[in-house]
């Protein structure tokens, strides 16, 4: 249950992410605009979309009838950028915590003269001759 948990979680944080960066670069996109452009169905960008307004990650404001603009706040600036760099923390842990046993994998490749595959998925070792 956890790990679904978490994993709503990161998808969650992956949407509001793209959400805030494309009404940054561009707020007249609409929320239909926003759901094709991430996947997601129409419904699911509304309560995305509400969720942020009730945050006070972005602001609506009616322009026409049934047009709504949306701009990100100082607030959400902020979320974003504390957003992205959990991000990259977490991505430059696994790597950290990746590496050394990449390596060994990769050295025993090098040991054995290239007699053997390099038993590593993901090889970031320059002396392993399979990758």
């Known amino acids: 249950m956890a790990v679904f948990e978490e994993a ?3 998808t ?3 949407v509001v ?3 805030l960066t494309t009404l940054a670069e561009k707020p007249e996109t609409t929320q239909r605009d926003l759901a094709t452009k991430m996947g997601i169905s129409l419904g699911m960008m509304v309560s995305y979309m509400k969720s942020c307004v009730h945050k006070g990650l972005v602001r609506s404001k009616q322009v026409a009838p049934r047009r709504w603009a ?3 706040t100082p607030k959400g600036f902020a979320e974003k950028s504390s957003m992205v760099s959990g991000y990259l923390y977490s991505s430059m842990t696994f790597f950290r915590d990746t590496r050394p ?3 060994a994998s990769c050295g025993t490749c090098s040991d054995n ?3 053997t595959r ?3 998925t993901i090889c970031i070792s320059r002396v392993c001759p399979d990758r």
Do not use: D, G, I
Request: glycine fraction near 0%; proline fraction near 10%; hydrophobic fraction near 20%.
């Open 8 to 10: 709503r979680q990161h």
């Open 12 to 14: 969650e944080r992956e």
């Open 17 to 19: 992410v793209k959400l």
């Open 70 to 72: 949306y701009f990100v």
């Open 101 to 103: 046993p990449s390596s």
């Open 113 to 115: 003269r290239r007699q």
């Open 118 to 120: 390099c038993p590593s």
